[in-house]
């Protein structure tokens, strides 16, 4: 779906330059679902942003992203949908769920109001918001965290995109909320045959729902690999450090993990 070749990203800061990624390779295969983990300013929502176009003006790219299979430069929302950590950094405030949902159907797939809001709705149905028929008239500020995720994720899959970028999507939800909008995301997925970049600091998470894992370091991409192998066989260190830290912090073990925990 995706090449990314020696991607290198610097922001400008001041009179400073911050190097958030350097020569980053990387393909993302059609059809499957991929995790980038790593600590907190490894470059991971760098990379989100550069797939998606969303780079600020400050930031100096080189390399490239070459994109097969869709004939244009993706278009955010209609090829790539993306949900953020914070929903109301995509969602607006002061406009009802339904019409914010409408909207991106409306826009990208040039339905009518009317079609668009059925949409809407079919959509609120598919996140699994409670009470789809009066939700759509909802204010985001009156549903919880996880209930705005789901809207936030019905938002970003309205127009039918190729590609779901999750960037920490559920890492300000409580661990139960967290794995509901997990098997959420799955189930979409897999339903549209969507391709998924899941971006997130834990790789317990990232093991539940990805087949492969790219694990980044200080803006480099120290180690991919399959799941199993990411999670069995690191052959890095950090990579190693990064799964013990979560044997030490956590009690649920991780997914396809063989032999007993260190
Ligand atoms: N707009 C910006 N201007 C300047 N520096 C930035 C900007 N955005 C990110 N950075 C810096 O780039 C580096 C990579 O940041 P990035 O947000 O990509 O990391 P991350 O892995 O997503 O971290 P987190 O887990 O905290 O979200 C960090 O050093 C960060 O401080
Ligand atoms: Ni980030």
């Known amino acids: 779906m995706a090449s990314i070749r020696d991607l290198t990203v610097t922001y400008r800061r001041g009179g400073d330059a911050v190097a958030a990624l350097s020569n980053i390779s990387l393909d993302i ?17 760098t990379l989100a942003l550069a797939i998606a176009g969303l780079l600020p003006a400050s930031s100096a790219v080189g390399g490239r992203i070459e994109w097969s299979g869709l004939g244009r430069i993706p278009l955010l929302g ?41 949409r809407a709705k079919t959509l609120l149905e598919r996140v699994r918001l409670p009470d789809p028929d009066s939700a759509v008239h909802a204010f985001p500020h009156q549903l919880s965290g996880g209930q705005t995720q789901r809207v936030a994720i019905a938002a970003a899959i309205a127009a039918g995109p190729k590609l779901l970028i999750a960037d ?12 509901q909008i997990v098997a959420l995301i799955r189930q979409l997925v897999a339903e549209d045959g969507m391709t998924l970049l899941f971006i997130s600091h834990d790789i317990a998470l990232a ?56």
Do not use: C
Not at 29 to 37: C, D, H, Y
Not at 169 to 177: G, Y
Not at 211 to 233: P, S, W
């Open 29 to 45: 295969v059609a059809g499957e679902r991929l995790a980038v983990i790593g600590e907190s300013g490894s470059g991971k929502s």
């Open 168 to 179: 920490e999507a559920t890492s300000a939800l409580d661990t139960i909320v967290q794995a």
């Open 78 to 118: 209609r090829d790539i949908g993306f949900v953020f950590q914070d929903p109301s950094a995509s969602l607006d405030p002061v406009m009802t769920i339904g019409k914010q949902i409408a909207e991106v159907a409306r826009t990208h797939l040039g339905l009518t109001w009317s079609q668009a809001d059925a």
């Open 207 to 262: 093991a539940e729902l990805a087949e492969r894992i790219a694990v980044f370091r200080h803006g480099q991409l120290v180690e991919r690999g399959t799941t199993a192998g990411i999670v069995d066989a690191p052959t890095q260190a950090y990579t190693r450090t990064l799964l013990d830290a979560h044997i030490g912090l956590d009690s649920a073990p991780l997914l396809n993990r063989a032999g007993p925990a260190v």
